[in-house]
């Protein structure tokens, strides 16, 4: 049984930083590219990050793009999302997502497994 478990959120104020976590088991972790994708109120579910099977492509979404920082480490099958300087407007529910020989894709499509997410909520 494939699982995601998501760590690492919470309510900071704007200008800080938080550190996500995403602990798979039941997959081979080093085969599978992650992606770190949001939903905020109202709106749709985007991709705001994302890291090849390999770890050697990353793409970011333009908001996000200087402030956060995707890595993995395959030893510890764990995907992490560094946000720094947030701001209100990444307040949101934020997933990790695994995909089989994902190639660091942003389109939710490409990735089969997924996290039930962790609230980060941003005060101005």
């Known amino acids: 049984q494939v699982q995601l478990v998501e760590s690492g959120g919470g309510l900071v104020q704007a200008g800080a930083s938080l550190r996500l976590s995403c602990v798979a088991s039941g997959l081979t972790f080093s085969t599978h590219g992650v992606g770190w994708f949001r939903q905020a109120p109202g709106k749709e579910r985007e991709c705001v990050a994302a890291i090849s099977w390999a770890g050697g492509t990353t793409s970011y979404a333009d908001s996000v793009k200087g402030r956060f920082t995707i890595s993995r480490d395959n030893a510890k099958n764990t995907g992490y999302l560094q946000m720094n300087s947030l701001e209100p407007e990444d307040t949101a529910i934020y997933y990790c997502?695994?995909?089989?020989?994902?190639?660091?894709?942003?389109?939710?499509?490409?990735?089969?497994?997924w996290g039930q997410g962790t609230q980060v909520t941003v005060s101005s």
């Open positions: 997502a695994a995909g089989f020989l994902a190639q660091g894709t942003m389109t939710s499509r490409d990735y089969q497994h």
